[in-house]
């Protein structure tokens, strides 16, 4: 069998040479759920490993209801390795009163994308809660980034219309029912799918290409829940073209995500 260049660097333990975008990650610690060496300086070693060029990260303590807490250390992230780390803003959507003083907070510390979690407050995205949230995410034509597990996408489809100039991401696309995330990155354009996934079936890679979603899928690894080397190797390894691999890898979330348009010639 005859390896791209990819699965090249990959097999000998190289880091990627091409733009590698991590959608999806978390820092700092919870109330409930210490993490092993979730600090920025080990997020960027493990992307040096890989070859991962920026890492895209929520604060988990924004997403259980401390999001003041959450945005010092995504900011504290972001200003230490301001080239390598993007931060997303978190809100406390359990107390309403305080969303729209995070998310200009977050907005005035340079922070242009969000992170919600439907546990962070055990409501679902229909909730009230969520509307000034939304709002202010579309006014300022915001990326966020949604946990999802299919049970979710009835409550999220009345908004994806609702809210045009919000890039809804839809985070482990293809963790159940990945027809229909499929069909709702079909019909909406500001719909896009998120790949990680620790026990991810398997050709979901190559199922979401096949459907014709190439320019709105997105890597991300979740770390530190998941291995990062584990869930770029879904890609890497998939069975499909080459380029494919460079736009699910990076260059899409170069575009939807970080809003920066990479040259052609720039893989």
């Known amino acids: 069998m005859k390896h791209d260049i990819l699965e090249q660097q990959a097999l000998a333990g190289l880091p990627l040479e091409c733009y590698v975008v991590d959608s999806h990650a978390h820092i700092g610690t919870g109330p409930s759920f210490p993490l092993y060496r979730n600090d920025v300086d080990s997020f960027i070693e493990s992307m040096d490993r890989i070859g991962c060029d920026v890492c895209c990260i929520s604060p988990y303590a924004g997403l259980k209801n401390y999001a003041d807490i959450g945005l010092r250390e995504i900011v504290a992230a972001v200003e ?36 919600i979690h439907v546990s962070s407050a055990r409501l679902p995205y229909s909730h009230p809660n969520y509307v000034k949230l939304f709002e202010l995410a579309n ?10 597990w299919g049970a979710e996408l009835p409550d999220l489809e009345p908004l994806f219309p609702r809210y045009p100039k919000i890039t809804f991401v839809l985070g482990h ?80 979330a170069a575009r939807l995500i970080l809003k920066r348009e990479l040259p052609e010639s720039y893989i």
């Not at 359990?94 to 242009?112: D, M, N, V, W």
């Not at 006014?139 to 999802?148: G, K, N, R, V, Y």
Request: charged share 25%; hydrophobic share 35%; net charge neutral.
């Open 139 to 148: 006014e300022h034509a915001l990326p966020i980034l949604i946990h999802t």
């Open 80 to 115: 230490r390795y301001p080239d390598r780390i993007f931060g997303y803003i978190t809100a406390d959507v359990g107390y309403p009163e305080s969303i729209e003083r995070q998310i200009k907070t977050g907005l005035a510390a340079g922070l242009t994308a969000m992170k």
């Open 173 to 252: 696309a293809g963790s159940c029912q990945r027809e229909k995330y499929a069909e709702l990155a079909l019909r909406y354009d500001n719909v896009c799918l998120e790949l990680c996934f620790s026990a991810s079936p398997k050709g979901i890679v190559e199922y979401f290409v096949r459907r014709g979603l190439v320019d709105k899928m997105l890597w991300g690894s979740d770390t530190n829940f998941y291995s990062c080397e584990h869930q770029i190797g879904r890609v890497v390894f998939a069975d499909i073209d080459l380029g494919d691999k460079y736009k699910i890898l990076g260059r899409n």
